[in-house]
């Protein structure tokens, strides 16, 4: 899937928090927490501050855990989640501290789900429910 | 049978409140609860959930948070003229989109479809209506927290949370306890409570921002599967002849083991997530907000009906303001204790020096 020029937080739905520079989204909709590792806090805040994914690509270029191709399989990964859309916005340059930042980052880019809300089933059916389906459609403890 | 769709749901809610407040003279026991900072009066009939209300809480004196009183009517086509609960009328339904639905009207809610059990909560007006088939039709997890829900928005209300996590103390400073079931949290709580710490509760506590952070006792109700009723010595200790609860667990009530009364406070210095470590000694290693946020905030907003971004924007600035840790639990409960006695018998700049140096 070609790239577009530029992203945006995919809905309303998306809010996310920074800790000690690492990212954590949430889906406020189904409830699935996102964890990103240290590039892929840097690239989600750009991304998701509207910066254009050509800038981007440029700002990656010496970092050791950022390749181009990485970066698009990632980028690819976020709109999968639901966690980014295409923008028709005009895309922002990147700031000047992203190249270091990049560079400096120690791991690879990823993002973990975490969905692991089964084990509270047991304690408390009160969401025994298959989001977005809800009621009467029962998780599926796996 | 009535049936309500995401579009009649504000006006249903308003219809709840407006006819148990028309009932409310024939409501025949009320019933006070004083929890922090909230005097919680229950309009209700004797039975099941009226005992409930009477054993579930722990009440405490001498707190500094100013208090309100609201009004809960818990109710059933036997009361007065309480309508019979309507069923859920669309195909769809899902927890956010409902809570957001009544949100837009000002209005807070829960329905569990099962048992048609409603619960509605006006926030500003401070009353709540929670309407049943009849007097004993509510869910089973409502005995040991009951009306949390209504805890849940009103406290919401007031920029608290409560927060679904354990708390050990010592001389009035304490830490968290966060994560999911079955990560040893509950375990942790009952060990320490036998080894002499303090705890204003597990499963649910009233966490205040407002200078620093301080966790408050609502629950009285501690709870432990058989193999942990066992290993803690909780067999010697209360008996086997209670009955077990829904979970098919051990429920018993704080007081019955705590070394000391129960405080009203403790100052939070540090969160800790316990895991099952698997060695023969435990150890409290730090861990990143990143990690230690998601297993706080993800229980913690789950098991609460509504408010999901303001849960999660408190949970990260709570976490923030603490050092976290990542405890991996030993086999002996004396052991456990005792490392988390030490730990917090340690200065909490200290504490803040090891996160530090993550």
Same mark, same amino acid.
């Given at each position: 899937m070609p790239l577009s020029e530029v992203y945006a937080v995919a809905s309303k739905d998306i809010v996310f928090e920074s800790f000690d520079g690492e990212a954590v989204v949430l889906d406020l909709s189904n409830g699935k927490y996102f964890g990103f590792s240290d590039s892929g806090s840097k690239v989600w805040q750009a991304l998701s501050s509207g910066v254009g994914t050509e800038a981007l690509i440029r700002s990656a270029a010496g970092a050791e855990m950022v390749s181009a191709e990485a970066l698009e399989t990632f980028i690819a990964q976020l709109v999968e989640l639901g966690l980014l859309a295409p923008s028709s916005a005009t895309p922002l340059p990147s700031s000047d501290d992203l190249p270091a930042a990049l560079a400096a980052a120690s791991e690879p880019l990823n993002v973990s789900v975490h969905d692991d809300l089964a084990d509270l089933i047991t304690v408390d059916p009160i969401h025994e429910v298959e989001e =977005?389906?809800?009621? =009467?459609a029962v998780k599926q403890v796996s | 049978m009535p049936r309500v769709t995401l579009e009649t749901l504000p006006d249903y809610a308003r219809f709840l409140i407006a006819a148990a407040e028309g009932a409310a003279a024939q409501f025949p026991v009320r019933r006070t609860v004083r929890l922090p900072g909230l005097e919680l009066i229950a309009h209700l009939d004797p039975g099941a959930f009226a005992d409930a209300l009477g054993h579930a809480f722990l009440e405490t004196d001498g707190d500094s948070l100013s208090s309100r009183q609201c009004r809960i009517f818990i109710g059933h086509?036997?009361?007065?003229?309480?309508?019979v609960p309507a069923s859920w009328g669309d195909a769809h339904f899902t927890e956010h989109g409902f809570a957001q639905k009544l949100a837009e009207v000002g209005l807070r809610g829960h329905h569990y479809h099962d048992l048609d059990f409603w619960q509605v909560y006006d926030p500003d007006r401070r009353v709540g209506v929670q309407l049943m088939?009849? %007097?004993? %039709?509510?869910?089973?997890?409502e005995q040991g927290a009951p009306l949390r829900a209504f805890l849940h928005w009103e406290y919401a209300a007031r920029g608290m949370r409560l927060a679904h996590t354990g708390t050990l103390g010592l001389d009035g400073r304490g830490v968290l306890l966060a994560g999911a079931g079955g990560a040893g949290k509950s375990g942790t709580v009952v060990a320490g409570l036998l080894n002499g710490l303090d705890s204003v509760g597990d499963d649910y506590v009233l966490i205040d921002l407002e200078s620093g952070v301080t966790a408050r006792p609502l629950f009285s109700i501690l709870k432990q599967d058989p193999q942990g009723f066992v290993r803690l010595g909780l067999e010697r200790r209360l008996g086997t002849d209670r009955p077990i609860n829904w979970q098919g667990k051990h429920a018993f009530h704080i007081n019955e083991i705590a070394p000391r009364p129960m405080r009203a406070t403790l100052d939070i210095f540090a969160l800790m997530v316990p895991h099952i470590g698997g060695g023969e000694t435990s150890s409290i290693v730090p861990m990143s907000r990143k990690d230690a946020v998601i297993a706080l905030a993800s229980s913690g907003i789950a098991q609460m009906p509504g408010e999901r971004e303001s849960g999660f924007r408190f949970f990260s600035d709570l976490t923030r303001l603490l050092p976290c840790y990542r405890l991996l639990l030993g086999t002996h409960p004396e052991e456990i204790a005792g490392t988390i006695a030490d730990f917090l018998a340690r200065a909490p700049d200290e504490a803040e020096r090891d996160h530090a140096g993550l």
């Open positions: =977005p389906l809800g009621w =009467p | 086509p036997g009361v007065g003229g309480m309508p088939r009849s %007097a004993d %039709a509510f869910p089973p997890w």
